[in-house]
């Protein structure tokens, strides 16, 4: 189940038991989401890396600029669409096909006191 704030996502349900849950936050290297960059165009894969959010292999031949955000695509029937990710911070060549993208997440562990778990 999705974790989220009023920035947006924090991470994800776990594992649940009797009285508590364990999240795996957006920033884990255990983390995974389908995004949608915030024109409604392109589709994308976001990894955690501990300090940044990542998408590794990004066709270079779509335009993708620092500032522009990514939300959640709600193609993965875990998280709903539209659910703010993070803003592109850094566009590097991988390749002459594909660009590495690094982003800034919405929100950080240290940013929030209360979440929300949607049952989605």
């Not at 991470?11 to 009797?18: A, K, P, V």
């Not at 335009?63 to 590097?92: A, C, H, M, Q, R």
């Amino acid at each position: 189940m999705p974790v989220v704030n009023r920035l947006g996502l924090v991470g994800q349900i776990y594992s649940t038991y009797d009285q508590t849950s364990e999240v795996v936050p957006l920033l884990s290297k255990k983390f995974a989401v389908n995004a949608l960059q915030d024109n409604g165009q392109n589709h994308a894969i976001i990894y955690g890396d501990t300090e940044f959010l990542v998408i590794p292999f990004f066709p270079a031949s779509i335009d993708v600029s620092p500032g522009d955000t990514f939300v959640t695509s709600g193609l993965d029937n875990v998280y709903p669409s539209g659910i703010n990710i993070g803003k592109v911070v850094e566009v590097s060549p991988e390749d002459k096909q594909f660009n590495k993208i690094l982003l800034k997440p919405a929100t950080f562990s240290s940013q929030f006191s209360l979440i929300t778990i949607l049952d989605y």
